[in-house]
């Protein structure tokens, strides 16, 4: 267990290429733990995932508009809430 060395890819469906993640030792006496946490971390920092389970089936153009103007909706309605909380209605 000395080289231990964690690795991941992932493409897309557009053939869009991410690089490689790779994490290594620190030292030797670094935990697989350790190492198993910050490469988990990289991989969610990156975004590699969400743009994998995005790609992993298609979504109809209207469709992605629509789910935007939901999305800004809610997030008006967010902000309208937190705002009459601070002032205490």
Known sequence: MQNVKLACSFTS???KLFGMIQVTKKDSKE????????FSRKVQQSGVLA???SAQYFEKPLSKTERRAKAIV???RKLEKTKKLKLGR
Do not use: P, Y
């Not at 935990?31 to 910050?38: G, T």
């Open 13 to 15: 469906v557009k053939v």
């Open 74 to 76: 809610r997030r008006e």
């Open 31 to 38: 935990s697989v733990e350790n190492l198993l946490r910050r």
């Open 51 to 53: 743009e994998a389970k």
